[in-house]
């Protein structure tokens, strides 16, 4: 499928566990992105890739691990989660005129 | 500092009524602003670019319109349906930065 996905799309865990989310762009997109979108506080951002095994954080990037080893793939890891990072994880990549395209999210509950 | 400020943080209009959006953008410097919606459980889709030199656009029921003079975008909707219910975001490049606004959230009552 065309555009970009996110995996899983539903997510309960418990506090202290490590989870990975997954997100996956058909484009060739340079950047990409995560973001964690939150009432009240609109769409924040964790990290940010400008390439391949180019990773740099942005507004939130506390108790959060990326990686990007291949173009298409950006993988968001919670290394031991919390119940403050219970929210809506949106993957996007950016293409012309600052563009971004957005995954269809990743709601994200941790007990 | 680079931001950007939307309002009213919601709204409630009735089916087949106008509505408008308001953003103020402090962003330097400033290349584009696009106004992005977001449908409940989905993630945010572009609706319009306004670049530098232009003052309106048009996308279907959607106009969206800058001054660059006094750093303000609205975006106005005609005659609404029941699918305009969404978050209607303001978004804005700021230097390396994407500056996002918190969002507008319309609800279109039948």
């Known amino acids: 499928d065309a555009g970009i996905t996110q995996s899983p799309r539903y997510k309960i865990t418990e506090t202290g566990r490590q989870v990975t989310l997954m997100c996956h762009q058909t484009w060739s997109h340079s950047y990409m992105f995560w973001y964690r979108q939150d009432l009240g506080h609109g769409l924040r951002l964790i990290y940010y890739?400008?390439?391949?095994?180019?990773?740099d954080k942005g507004e939130v990037p506390d108790g959060y691990v990326v990686s990007r080893s291949k173009t298409e793939n950006f993988p968001l890891t919670l290394e031991s989660a919390t119940r403050s990072q219970t929210s809506v994880y949106f993957c996007?990549?950016?293409?012309?005129?600052?563009?971004?395209?957005f995954g269809p999210g990743t709601r994200l509950t941790v007990l | 500092k680079n931001q950007v400020e939307q309002s009213p943080q919601s709204l409630i209009i009735l089916e087949g009524k106008n509505c408008t959006l308001q953003c103020n953008y402090t962003v330097s410097p400033f290349s584009n602003l696009r106004w992005y919606k977001q449908d409940t459980g989905r993630g945010p889709v572009s609706l319009t670019i306004?670049?530098?030199?232009?003052n309106t656009k048009s996308n279907g029921r959607y106009t969206a319109t800058l001054d660059a003079d006094t750093k303000q975008s609205s975006l106005h909707i005609t005659a609404s349906q029941l699918s305009d219910s969404a978050s209607y975001i303001c978004?804005?490049?700021?230097?390396?930065?994407?500056?996002f606004g918190a969002g507008t959230r319309l609800f279109v009552k039948a």
């Open positions: 306004m670049t530098f030199s232009e």
């Open positions: 996007a990549s950016r293409g012309l005129a600052d563009e971004q395209f």
């Open positions: 890739s400008a390439a391949a095994d180019i990773t």
């Open positions: 978004v804005a490049p700021g230097g390396f930065k994407t500056i």
